[in-house]
């Protein structure tokens, strides 16, 4: 249809990543406990754990970064951030063939 209406097609390119800015994050989650955080099994402790988590991760960005740089990069490393757990959830969910809160892949949650 586009080549019909002689629409040209659109050129996209995918943003480019700041990997040095992704590995201090990836290291800062991890020293601040993510894979831990994201281990517990209660989900109120698991997103108060994560929490934490996050404003360790941002204190540790903030002293390594500086507060000027920290600021102006402030939403690239909240999607980084979001990555990594992603990634640290997806990974630990493969190797252990466990949901979070510890139930196997093919268990269903019982009512109450």
Do not use: F, H
Request: glycine content about 4%; proline content about 3%; overall charge positive.
């Amino acid at each position: 249809m586009r080549e019909k209406m002689g629409v040209p097609k659109a050129a996209w390119t995918a943003p480019v990543k700041d990997v040095d800015l992704y590995n201090k994050v990836n290291a800062a989650a991890e020293k601040a406990g993510l894979t831990a955080a994201l281990a517990t099994r209660n989900k109120i402790a698991r997103y108060a754990a994560l929490d934490k988590c996050k404003v360790d991760l941002s204190a540790a960005l903030k002293a390594d970064l500086g507060d000027e740089k920290y600021t102006a990069q402030k939403k690239l490393i909240s999607e980084y951030y979001g990555e990594v757990k992603y990634n640290v959830m997806r990974a630990a969910a493969l190797k252990t063939k466990l949901r979070l809160d510890g139930r196997a892949y093919d268990a269903v949650r019982p009512i109450n």
